[in-house]
């Protein structure tokens, strides 16, 4: 067993615990950069890993009743077939052609700075749309909004792993401002178990997922998580979230470079 991708597992469950931030902006660039792990590999092992932690935070909140199933049903709507076409498309050009992981290292790349927008600038936008409660879609337009969105974010998330965290979460508090923290983070975790399985499926069909390092990074990650949890109270959150932050700009900067 490998030691570094233990502490790694742990590392990056340890500031999952504390921030909130999904696994995937921090995991898929660590084994990419760090570990030098295929970007498609890297990818299919973390949704692998993804859907299972998820399952276990879907049935804490159902039995909390946190999960909106009508939005959870809608976002799914968008997101499975759009991680099916993208699965489809991952296998006809190949996974571990090089030029296809390249452009896997900018979607990426990409995403992570979409996780950085979401973490700096979350509660700024939901103080807009509260305060302009005439901007905030309604019937059918929220409808098919979700749906797009969903969409989006399923195809994020098979091409690059990341994107059913603090994305999602975001596009939840612009569509459903009147949502809990909780509900917010459980409808969000809610969706992502089908999402996640289902590219993951579609990764150990291409052959991108490394089952032995899914392993370890297991027994690092979920003490981590649980010790993190329990850190988060006594370190500020904003300092967390903006040293997340720059940590993720130059992870990104460093993925297209």
């Known amino acids: 067993m490998d030691l570094s991708f233990v502490a790694s597992g742990f590392a990056v469950g340890l500031l999952v615990g504390m921030t909130g931030v999904g696994g995937g902006s921090l995991m898929t660039p660590l084994l990419t950069l760090l570990f030098g792990v295929s970007p498609a ?4 092992t973390d949704l692998a890993f993804a859907s299972l932690t998820k399952g276990v935070g879907t049935f804490t909140h159902r039995m909390r009743g946190t999960v909106h199933w ?3 049903r809608r976002l799914c709507l ?5 991680a ?13 052609n090089k030029d296809i992981g390249q452009v896997i290292r900018y979607m990426i790349a990409g995403s992570v700075l979409l996780t950085v927008v979401a973490l700096l600038f979350k509660r700024k936008m939901l103080a ?12 059918r337009a929220l409808v098919i909004a979700t749906v797009v969105s969903g969409a989006v974010l399923g195809t994020l998330v098979t091409i690059s792993s990341i994107g059913a965290g603090a994305i999602g979460a975001t596009l939840l508090v612009m569509l459903y401002p009147r949502l809990t923290s909780a509900e917010v983070a459980g409808t969000d975790i809610a969706y992502a178990v089908p999402l996640t399985a289902i ?9 991108s997922i490394n089952w032995s390092l899914l392993l370890t990074l297991l027994i690092g990650s979920l003490p981590g998580i649980t010790i993190g949890a329990y850190a988060a109270r006594a370190v500020p959150e904003r300092l967390l979230r903006g ?14 470079s």
């Open 78 to 82: 968008g997101a499975l077939p759009a």
């Open 128 to 139: 807009w749309i509260t305060a302009h409660p005439e901007r905030q879609l309604q019937g």
């Open 243 to 256: 040293l997340l932050a720059l940590t993720l700009v130059a992870v990104a900067a460093k993925l297209v």
């Open 84 to 96: 099916l076409i993208a699965s489809l498309f991952l296998k006809h050009f190949g996974t571990l």
């Open 199 to 207: 590219a993951a499926v579609g990764h150990w069909w291409l052959g």
């Open 41 to 44: 590999v890297a990818v299919g």
């Open 70 to 72: 009508e939005i959870v």
